[in-house]
Nanobody, 124 residues
């Protein structure tokens, strides 16, 4: 069992930056690939970014590539999502997730553990 808690969400203006954090507890976080997803009102949860268990490989959705950066610190059991040049369409609840299998999973069904989410609102 891996317990995940997100933090760092908030209300910002378009063009601003925000850094989300995910704290993991329970089983050894370094054994899991991890990722960020988001869900806007009335829409399905969508993939944002993923990172390999040792941080060696990363993957991004086309909509955030070049603006967002995923990272992890396995010594501290944490993961982060640095979001720059935010746009109103980035608004949503952001979830961190951990996957027990797969090198760099991008599908939500591939993830086993989820946090409760943190709200990000970008005003125009």
């Amino acid at each position: 069992q891996v317990h995940l808690v997100e933090s760092g969400g908030g209300l910002v203006q378009a063009g601003d930056s925000l850094r989300l954090s995910c704290a993991a507890s329970g089983r050894t976080f370094s054994r899991y690939a991890a990722g960020w997803f988001r869900q806007a009102p009335g829409k399905e949860r969508e993939f944002v970014a993923a990172i390999m268990s040792n941080g060696g490989l990363k993957s991004y959705a086309d909509s955030v590539r070049g603006r967002f950066t995923i990272s992890r610190d396995n010594a501290k059991n944490t993961m982060a999502l640095q979001m720059n040049s935010l746009k109103p369409e980035d608004t949503g609840v952001y979830y961190c997730a951990a996957a027990a299998s797969g090198l760099l999973p991008v599908g939500r069904h591939q993830y086993d553990y989820w946090g409760q989410g943190t709200q990000v609102t970008v005003s125009s």
